[in-house]
């Protein structure tokens, strides 16, 4: 839940601010993300175009595995 929350006030951010700072923005909302914890993808579309994409924190513990964009989820 609170994912999804934090996706939706990133999009809502987009509206209202210039890129560099709603990039700060996002990056603060996913900041307890980091290298030790399971992690998040985000991607940011305005109208039909990617304007950011990021992920944050692991995609696999055990393997310490960096989550990032790309990755393909099951």
Known sequence: MKILLATILS???ISCM???SF???IDKIFLEFTNQTPGASVL???RDSVVFKKGY???DLEKK???NPKLIFD
Request: charged share 10%.
């Open 23 to 25: 990039i700060n923005q």
């Open 44 to 46: 940011v579309l305005q």
């Open 18 to 20: 210039e890129k560099p």
């Open 11 to 13: 999009i809502m951010l």
């Open 65 to 67: 595995i960096q989550l």
């Open 57 to 59: 924190g692991l995609a």
